[in-house]
């Protein structure tokens, strides 16, 4: 029998990551891109180029400090409401390209890297997901913080179910 430990050892990032990548484009406004993550309801995607692979990752930290940039100190800015999911964009920055303000630097790992090392990974770098990429360098799959953690609460409840009881603090 597996005890959690081995069980979570054995586990990789295939075995966890989304497969249904969510991808924006490079050249996107973020407008388009606010909308696609809004739709699909993620906090942040890979950025791809014109024949798919991944050049950036646009999350909603890069909208904050795209705005958080335009503010002169002491300033203030208003986000309008954006569509009836309640999310919103920021007018300042709607019409510039996603380019301009993703994250250039991507994280990624390989489909068999380990649970362990991943969240070595996050917690070193402060990630909230990280990229699989396959030989072209086009994502295939996206593990994120959740991913880790519902794979840690999967692996502990097939060893003892839930008691129904809330844990003591």
């Known amino acids: 029998m597996n005890t959690p430990n081995q069980r979570l050892r054995s586990l990789h990032a295939e075995d966890i990551m989304s497969r249904d990548v969510i991808v924006v484009t490079a050249n996107s406004t973020m407008s388009e891109a606010a909308d696609v993550l809004c739709e699909r ?6 950025v791809v180029d014109e024949v798919g692979r991944c050049v950036g990752v646009l999350s909603g930290s890069d909208y904050v400090h795209s705005e958080a940039s335009h503010l002169e100190p002491g300033a203030s800015s208003v986000a309008s409401p954006h569509s009836s999911l309640g999310c919103y964009q920021i007018e300042d ?3 510039d390209l996603v380019r301009r303000h993703m994250t250039p630097a991507v994280q990624t790992i390989d489909k ?11 917690c070193g770098e402060h990630l909230h997901r990280l990229i699989v990429l396959d030989d072209h360098s086009v ?3 996206v593990v994120t913080s959740l991913d880790l953690i519902a794979a840690l609460v999967t692996v502990i409840e097939k060893e003892q ?3 129904g009881k809330e844990p003591q603090p």
């Open 41 to 46: 309801q993620v906090s942040g995607a890979p």
């Open 93 to 95: 920055v709607q019409h």
């Open 112 to 122: 068999k890297c380990s649970l362990l090392r991943i969240a070595h990974c996050m």
């Open 139 to 141: 994502p295939v799959g």
């Open 161 to 163: 179910p839930p008691s």
